[in-house]
């Protein structure tokens, strides 16, 4: 016994397998999660400015823990300025129904 599914009277712009339906509640949820973490990463860009400055690598100093501190907070940097905003546009193109590939995680992590 063969199958067929007759799906011609099925609009396609109204079916989509990559939208997500959001109760206006959840939705707005998702909007102040958005709005909170980029405030928080903003935040978090500045002060790892303010410290890369202060722990500046300079001649004068030889402590090891410097350069180590230095390095920590300019991975925090890139951190702050790449991967979080990153995640904030996957998140937002997902609710908005574009489709991701599931190996784009792996990509940017």
């Known amino acids: 016994m063969v199958l067929s599914w007759n799906i011609s009277h099925i609009n396609a712009s109204a079916f989509s397998p990559f ?10 949820e998702l909007s102040a999660w958005i709005i909170v973490t980029a405030m928080v990463t903003f935040i978090g860009v500045i002060n790892n400015i303010m ?40 998140i937002q193109a997902r609710r908005d129904g574009h489709s991701i590939p599931a190996n784009i995680c792996n990509a940017i992590q």
Do not use: C, D, E
């Open 19 to 28: 939208s997500v339906t959001l109760t206006p509640t959840k939705q707005t």
């Open 51 to 90: 410290v890369l400055i202060v722990t500046w690598p300079r001649a004068s100093t030889t402590s090891g823990v410097t350069i180590l501190i230095f390095h920590y907070v300019a991975t925090n940097l890139f951190m702050n300025l790449i991967n979080i905003p990153i995640g904030i546009f996957l």
